[in-house]
């Protein structure tokens, strides 16, 4: 029979062996290591498996934050533990921006780094382990999270081009602890872990404690009640799936290449349904709001149908226009500005902040000019004679907000073409075609 200590990293091994096993075939391992506890732990298991098990290239990733002194001796530190297991080591040094949390200042340096040196379908190893779970879910509790945020920390989900991986949520502190101790390796301790300033120290060092002198099993039942929590949330991800299906019709613009849903399918849910649906719909373009903030949404969902609501949030807005939902990312906030003289109308003419405009088959001749809506403009229209482009923007359906934004070719002071629009975007014969591709940013619409 092993030993207690024997039996319990041979334990971690197989459990480390089942959770990473989807993703053996992976072109690489990578681990998020630290020098701490947790994360040497990790290390340690997957160099051991390597030497029996057919497994991707492995090598770690330290991201030095350098907010204390301490920690200018941990870079080299992780380089002696990855020499000695054989293991290749990056060190990333990354500058923090002072904020309103320096903790979630750090974490976004951190990802940042992380996904900077992920590459396509790599696997990034994050050593979080049940105890992490439990105190997040009490931290997002305490916060007023939804379901979502209580679903805690995933095992998986994608990074940049590859994915996070974190096995080892079913372990405990203690047994990691217990581990290394058997193991005999060597770790870093963080000064700043003590600090019960900060707010997950304080739910670590105090809070929790408490909670399993009282309910020794607390944090195994906690951290089971996320993973309820996790499949309630996949449940209700099936759900707008459902819903979204319907509004997912094509727009009269798809040159706009803005992501947009049709209302009407929308209107015909309860209001709960409503904001699930969106919730996963926004949520790869931004931060979702608070409960309070949600009336943003019933404010432009009521509002008039001559309105043009807006709904402002941290990475954009949305919009709603001729019975359809449009999400415009943060650039989309102001319209164009100036003029651009077009010397090359033959070569695409890129747009300050934009996109990209061109001219397809025979440039009309003179100087050209592209400028923006003042107001009062006229274009010559074949068989209609000379029109207001208000009343003809009117006509088209446009959405407003696309029409500061629309580019007009001048010739001097001639209106000559609208961009994009059907019968305004160059002359009845054809000669030719004013194209406008406008801009996107990578917040999801890429």
């Known amino acids: 029979m092993a030993e207690p200590g024997r039996a319990l990293v041979l334990k971690l091994e197989s459990a480390l062996l089942a959770a990473v096993a989807p993703w053996r075939a992976a072109p690489a391992w990578r681990v998020a290591f630290s020098g701490g506890l947790d994360s040497t732990v990790l290390l340690h298991l997957l160099v051991r498996l390597a030497r029996r098990e057919s497994l991707p290239p492995l090598s770690a990733i330290h991201v030095h934050h350098g907010l204390q002194p301490a920690a200018e001796a941990w870079p080299a530190h992780c380089q002696r533990t990855c020499n000695g297991l054989g293991v290749p080591l990056q060190v990333a040094r990354v500058q923090v921006t002072q904020g309103n949390s320096l903790e979630r200042a750090a974490r976004d340096a951190r990802y940042a780094a992380f996904i900077a040196r992920l590459g396509a379908d790599e696997v990034l190893m994050s050593a979080q382990h049940r105890d992490d779970q439990a105190e997040t879910l009490l931290f997002r509790l305490l916060r007023g999270a939804g379901v979502r945020g209580l679903a805690g920390m995933p095992a998986s989900r994608a990074l940049g081009e590859g994915v996070l991986l974190r096995p080892l ?3 405990s502190r203690a047994e990691l602890e217990a581990c290394a101790r058997e193991l005999g390796v060597a770790w870093v301790e963080d000064p700043s872990n003590d600090d019960t300033d900060f707010s997950r120290n304080y739910l670590r060092r105090r809070i929790m404690p408490a909670l399993t002198q009282r309910w020794p099993r607390a944090v195994e039942s906690i951290t089971r009640s996320a993973e309820h ?8 991800g099936e759900l707008a799936q459902l819903d979204l299906q319907a509004a ?6 798809p040159w706009l290449r803005l992501p947009s849903l049709e209302l009407a399918p929308l209107m015909g849910l309860s209001p709960a349904r409503q904001r699930n649906a969106l919730r996963h719909w926004m949520a790869g373009f931004t931060a979702m709001p608070d409960s309070d903030h949600w009336a943003g949404w019933d404010d432009l969902r009521d509002a008039g149908a001559s309105a043009s609501p807006v709904w402002r949030l941290a990475g954009g807005d949305l919009r709603r226009a001729d019975g359809r939902l449009w999400w415009l990312p943060g650039q989309w906030s102001s319209p164009g500005a100036g003029s651009v003289r077009w010397a090359e109308p033959g070569q695409a003419l890129e747009l300050p902040g934009n996109g990209r405009l061109q001219l397809a088959g025979e440039p009309p001749a003179g100087p050209l000019e592209v400028r923006y809506r003042q107001g009062g403009e006229v274009l010559d229209v074949p068989g209609r004679g000379r029109r207001e482009l208000k ?39 054809a000669r030719w075609r004013l194209r406008w591709t406008p801009p996107t940013n990578d917040q999801g619409l890429s």
Not at 229 to 236: H, N, R, S
Not at 414 to 420: F, G, H, R, T, Y
């Open 169 to 171: 949520l079913r372990v």
């Open 229 to 236: 929590l996790a499949e309630g949330e996949a449940l209700l």
């Open 248 to 253: 997912r019709t094509d727009s009269a613009f």
């Open 391 to 429: 009343r003809l923007l009117n006509e088209s359906g446009l959405p407003a907000f696309v029409r500061g934004r629309l580019p007009l070719l001048y010739r001097g002071p001639e209106l000559l073409a609208v961009a994009n629009l059907p019968g305004l975007a160059g002359p009845v014969d």
